[in-house]
Nanobody
Framework: VQLQASGGGVVRAGGSLRLSCAGSGSISRVNYMGWYRQAPGKQRGFVADITGDGTTGYAEPVKGRFTISRGSGENTVYLQMNSLKPEDTGVYYC??????????WGRGTLVTVSS
């Protein structure tokens, strides 16, 4: 399984970005797809996830501003990010958890929010 994240870039505070994560290979029996991020000098932390039946979860700092969604198939996940803040800056990584397989990670896409 390979995951490719895209959609990062530079945006001013208050702006929006939409991240995409497309998976290739054998993706099925998905339990979760989601996003983590890593700010400069910090550990990677949870941002949002979505289950196979569409249940979503968010980290407190992004609730009400970010929305995670799935594509029509099992291999795509999106992260709509609104009202971005400088503290949202970091590398965003997508992942997929499938039954009986270890978690697979994408390479990450850089989001920079300027003040």
């Amino acid at each position: 399984v390979q995951l490719q994240a895209s959609g990062g870039g530079v945006v001013r505070a208050g702006g929006s970005l939409r991240l995409s994560c497309a998976g290739s290979g054998s993706i099925s029996r998905v339990n979760y797809m989601g996003w983590y991020r890593q700010a400069p000098g910090k550990q990677r932390g949870f941002v949002a996830d979505i289950t196979g039946d569409g249940t979503t979860g968010y980290a407190e700092p992004v609730k009400g501003r970010f929305t995670i969604s799935r594509g029509s198939g099992e291999n795509t996940v999106y992260l709509q990010m609104n009202s971005l803040k400088p503290e949202d800056t970091g590398v965003y990584y997508c992942y997929v958890d499938m039954t009986s397989y270890p978690r697979s990670w994408g390479r990450g896409t850089l989001v920079t929010v300027s003040s």
